[in-house]
């Protein structure tokens, strides 16, 4: 079939000719077209193969709710599962019919995409002629006003009508409407936008899609799509109908079309989508329709009314222009080989209209020709948004459908989609058969009239059940075709009103939204950015390689030509353990805690007790959830009476000030304290090793750095190579060590300085992890996992007798933190003092494989090789592992057990000589 495209009409621009390909094939259109409208103006009637059956589906309606024709847009760049009812023609637009799913693109996307946030007084969704009219409206009120519809320009369905409205044709009327109200200083129009979801206090999302229709034309600076996040003092709701489909043998085939997408097609875009057709209808919507299509061209052969009686009026007009009446008849089934070519039409009789399955049976079949089958089992107005809102549907039973009831919220609807709906009808679902099995309920789906029979047999009642039974309604279209009439199959199978049983939850989005418009600008490096320290460029220039903390790029360690990663970190930690080395800790979380009340909220967030502190002094402290489980840990330091600064583990700084505020704002809001993150304001080195008291006396020679002056867990305010500083004696590695803190700004000139020593060696990350398991440091998310408490890694020391609260203290009293199995952290000593056991590794008591299931005794979190052990070695959490002490254990490791045995988690200078030099 061609030359479907009538010679004039339509709101194309018939003066350009755009070029395209479908399916490899490749066809013309025009300005104005939609890739649906321009493929049947092209005799395409096949667009896509049904996700399950493999049957062939053509274009089945002209708009959002298509169910049918998705496709997959290939260039200018891929994007899958777009209605090709939505698909604005473009030149040069390349794309593929599907089977149901499509293909994600595998190059990143080139496009721009952002978001606005807008305020307004009233928020008007739909730019039909209620929309229209009700922005007018409001605009003629002063006030602000925003009318957002999902087409290239406003009309709703006076688009696809021949209807006139003040005396004018409805397009013509929409388009002077919407200039008038854009000439207003307080009305926002916003053409190709989406409105997908509603939710509490007046808060609307939508989508606008700005350059989609433009292709490979659309400018770089421009973003392809917005979101539109909406408050609204209030909402009114001007969203329209959609036709329902009629159940019936056959009724997927290409050439089964709602009746006002016929219309559509012939009126907007001047395509005819066949040319004979039957009418099968309800209602008197499919007459307009019909009428249309034969003013167009199109050869209708017969409307086929399941009333007994149509609507008089329609009905005269219809045998005035010689179409053939078929009154008090069904369509039976739609016959053709991959398409329609012949429609089979009998008498109902005593069938009941509203009745999900009229239960007497079609008599006196016979065969129409035909290669378009309009169907119009009714119309249900859009409620999807309204629901959203948390309003509630009441059923109809006059227009046989859904409508709005009452809603907690400033909403109002109207037009159609408040059940105005003009065109007189009975509600019709299904065509009863003896075989259900081609009666299509969600043609995107492939579920059949069998499928929910089958559903409901066995023992399913719920609407929502059979949903997730037979994938109803679970499709990109949501169901918006299929939800009510699901509804009223299931309420005929089970025996109740469809009024009883309702419909599906109606959730947002409305319409499919990408995630590459819902992240916007939030993608890449400024969704995820990296962070790196005031010391970076340092770093990078000689040599260091990086390691990924939370968004830190942190140095992992400094190979010299012809080291690999092995023999740098052990000479890193012969510098550390022997003569003198430093960090860069500068990713440390630091969050100042100042007021009042900072000690009182510090003794209920720690473990143990922080108020005491004394200014000048540091303290180690461990933060529990409420479950007594190890959630940070870090240094307490006191600067003042009312001001002290905390330091958290680099991964978890900004989890630990949300909780911090959390407890702050929703459980203690009478405590007088402020948090403030103040990480990237310090620059932070570690200077680690016998010889670093040296180091820094020769830096800060006003500084006294002998142990007596300086003991551990204090700080001292000094110049550190002329640069003011905050040295704090804090040691990660069992070292004497240093932490020299200066403002960001002057951290380079003090690692230099450090540096142009020549007596110190940097070290990264992994030699910082190998000197703080020596010493059974834990890090947490390393050496956790959630169901670690502080007793288990053999802290008790840590966790306060004498608060009276804290979070976490009640779970500490369960018996199941007492218990003597818990998994508890200790050392490993592999048999094989080479052997470099594999983190996760599990451990097993036998040194062979024992009969299913195997009882893991525990699992390796942390495995290194040790200069100053001389071998490898390995922290675990083990069951009940300080009661193991000395026994041996197995790892399997590829194919083999490897023997360990038990040790204390402290493996090196377990009495603590060397912490002060």
């Known amino acids: 079939m061609d030359g479907l495209r009538r010679e004039s009409g339509g709101r194309i621009d018939r003066s350009r000719t755009l070029r395209f390909r479908f399916d490899g094939q490749e066809y013309t259109g025009h300005p104005g077209d939609t890739l649906a409208s321009a493929l049947l103006a092209n005799g395409v009637r096949q667009v896509a193969t049904s996700v399950r059956l493999g049957r062939p589906r053509g274009i089945f309606s002209a708009g959002s709710e298509e169910p049918n024709a998705v496709v997959q847009i290939e260039e200018p760049f891929p994007e899958p599962m777009l209605p090709a009812t939505t698909v604005e023609l473009y030149d040069g637009l390349v794309a593929s019919s599907l089977v149901g799913q499509g293909r994600l693109a595998t190059e990143p996307d080139p496009a721009r995409y952002d978001s606005v946030h807008a305020h307004c007084d009233v928020l008007v969704v739909g730019a039909g002629p209620a929309g229209l009219a009700a922005a007018r409206e409001a605009a003629r009120t002063g006030a602000r006003v925003i009318l957002a519809d ?116 012939a009126n907007r875009y001047g395509v005819l989508p066949g040319r004979r057709a039957v009418v099968f209808t309800a209602n008197d919507s499919a007459y307009a329709a019909a009428l249309d299509l034969a003013e167009a061209g199109v050869e209708v052969a017969a409307i086929v009314d399941v009333r007994p009686a149509p609507g008089p009026g329609w009905a005269e007009r219809a045998r005035e222009r010689g179409i053939a009446l078929l009154p008090g008849r069904v369509v039976t089934a739609a016959r053709g080989d991959g398409q329609v070519s012949s429609v089979l039409v009998a008498e109902a009789t005593d069938a ?117 039974y037979t994938t109803a309604g679970t499709a990109h279209d949501q169901g918006k075709t299929s939800g009510l009439l699901t509804s009223a199959v299931v309420a005929h199978a089970i025996g109740v009103p469809v009024a009883e049983l309702g419909i599906t939850t109606f959730r947002a989005p409305y319409l499919p939204v990408s995630f590459a418009t819902l992240a916007g600008r939030d993608r890449g490096l400024l969704h995820d950015p990296v962070r790196v320290t005031a010391l970076h460029e340092w770093h990078v220039a000689h040599g260091a390689l990086f390691e990924n903390v939370g968004q830190w790029k942190r140095p992992w360690y400094y190979p010299r030509p012809g080291e690999d990663m092995e023999a ?61 489980m190890v959630f940070d840990d870090g240094t307490v330091i006191r600067l003042a009476e009312d001001h002290f600064l905390i330091t958290t583990t680099t991964g978890n700084a900004a989890t630990v000030l949300d909780w911090m505020e959390e407890w702050l704002q929703t459980e203690w809001p009478w405590l007088r304290v402020y948090c403030t993150s103040v990480t990237e304001q310090w620059a932070t080195v570690a200077l680690v090793g016998p010889a670093s008291r040296e180091v820094l006396a020769g830096l800060a020679p006003g500084l006294t750095v002998d142990a007596a002056a300086f003991p551990f867990m204090t700080w001292r305010d000094a110049h550190v190579a002329g640069i003011p500083a905050r040295v704090c004696r804090i040691s990660f590695s069992g070292e004497l060590a240093f932490e020299i803190n200066v403002t960001s700004w002057d951290g380079l000139p003090l690692w230099r300085a450090i540096m142009d020593t020549g007596l110190v060696t940097p070290y990264g990350t992994e030699t910082m992890h190998v000197l703080r398991a020596e010493k059974g440091y834990p890090i947490v998310g390393q ?39 818990r998994k508890q952290l ?37 495995s290194y090789r040790s200069a100053a052990l001389g071998r490898t ?14 026994e041996r254990l197995y790892a399997p490791v590829a194919g083999r057990f490897v023997p360990v045995t038990v040790a204390s988690h402290v493996l090196y200078d377990p009495e603590g000589a060397r912490r002060d030099g």
């Open 150 to 265: 999902e087409q290239p320009e406003p009309g709703g369905s006076l688009l696809g009508t021949t209807d006139l409205v003040d005396g004018v044709p409805g397009a013509e009327w929409a388009a002077t409407m919407a200039a008038a109200l854009e000439d207003l200083p307080e009305v926002r129009v916003l053409r190709r936008t989406t409105v997908f979801g509603y939710y509490d206090d007046n808060y609307l999302v939508a989508v606008e899609r700005r350059t989609n229709h433009l292709g490979g034309a659309a400018p770089a600076a421009v973003a392809r799509e917005r979101v539109w996040r909406i408050r609204a003092r209030r909402v009114v709701l001007a969203t329209g109908a959609h036709e329902r489909p009629i159940a019936f043998a056959g009724n997927d085939l290409p050439g089964v079309m709602l009746a006002s997408a016929a219309r559509t097609y």
């Open 352 to 468: 009941t209209a509203r009745d999900a399955t009229p239960t007497a049976s079609a008599a006196g079949e016979r065969a129409l020709d035909a290669d378009l089958l309009l169907v119009s089992g009714g119309w249900n107005p859009v409620v999807h948004l309204f629901s959203q809102s948390g309003g509630t549907l009441r059923y109809d039973e006059a227009l046989g459908t859904l409508v709005p009831d009452r809603s907690r919220q400033a909403v109002d609807v109207a037009g159609a989609a408040a059940g105005d709906l003009e065109a007189a009808g009975e509600a019709y679902w299904l065509v009863p058969a003896s075989d259900y099995s081609a009666h299509f309920v969600d043609l995107q789906r492939d579920v059949t009239v069998a499928d929910i029979q089958r559903a409901t047999g066995a023992g399913l009642r719920s609407v929502e059940h059979v949903k997730r």
């Open 568 to 628: 740098t970190v052990l000479r890193e930690c012969r510098a550390a353990r022997e003569g003198v080395a430093a960090m860069d800790a500068s990713t440390l979380g630091k969050i100042d805690v100042i007021g009042p009340d900072a000690g009182e909220f510090l003794d209920r967030l720690y473990t143990n007790l922080m108020s005491s502190l004394k200014v000048g002094a540091i303290r180690y402290g461990v933060m529990c959830r409420p479950d007594g």
């Open 783 to 821: 050496d956790t996992d959630g169901t670690v408490t502080p007793q288990d890694l053999g802290m008790s020391w840590v966790v306060s007798k004498k608060k009276p609260d804290f979070i976490g203290k009640r779970s500490f009293a369960r018996a199941d933190t007492s218990r003597t199995d």
């Open 826 to 862: 200790v050392g490993l000593l592999p048999e094989d003092p080479d052997f470099l056991l594999p983190e996760g590794a599990h451990l097993v008591a036998t040194a062979s494989p024992p009969q299913p299931p195997v009882p893991a005794l525990g699992h390796v979190t942390s």
């Open 873 to 886: 070695f390995a922290l675990a959490l083990v069951s009940g592992g300080q009661g193991r002490l000395g």
